[in-house]
């Protein structure tokens, strides 16, 4: 059973940055999608940030500008660069990938709070 494993979430001050990485356990055959999504307590879960296979991304709006994806396909990784960090930023954050085959893979979560 493949697993990802988020890892970077914190505690950081507005402003400030983080970087969250996601791994997969093995290696996984036809990826078409990896991408972040985040919920915050109360609300649903929502997509940050997506990377395709051919290393096209897009983002929320809410997160352009200060948020980069990115992917390392040897390592089965995803990252998520963030920048600018705002306290609404504040969530679980959730990778997700997405497969030729449509198996969809989650990982448990890393928390981010941005507070001073």
């Known amino acids: 059973q493949v697993q990802l494993v988020e890892s970077g979430g914190g505690l950081v001050q507005p402003g400030g940055s983080l970087r969250l990485s996601c791994a997969a356990s093995?290696?996984?055959?036809?990826?078409?999608?990896m991408d972040w999504y985040r919920q915050a307590p109360g609300k649903q879960r929502d997509l940050v940030a997506i990377?395709?296979?051919?290393?096209?991304?897009n983002y929320a709006d809410s997160v352009k500008g200060r948020f980069t994806i990115s992917r390392d396909n040897a390592k089965t990784t995803v990252y998520l660069q963030m920048n600018s960090l705002k306290p609404e930023d504040t969530a679980t954050y959730y990778c997700?990938?997405?497969?030729?085959?449509?198996?969809?893979?989650w990982g448990k979560g890393t928390l981010v709070t941005v507070s001073s």
């Open positions: 997700h990938i997405t497969t030729a085959y449509g198996t969809h893979y």
């Open positions: 093995e290696s996984i055959r036809s990826i078409v999608t």
């Open positions: 990377i395709t296979s051919l290393g096209s991304t």
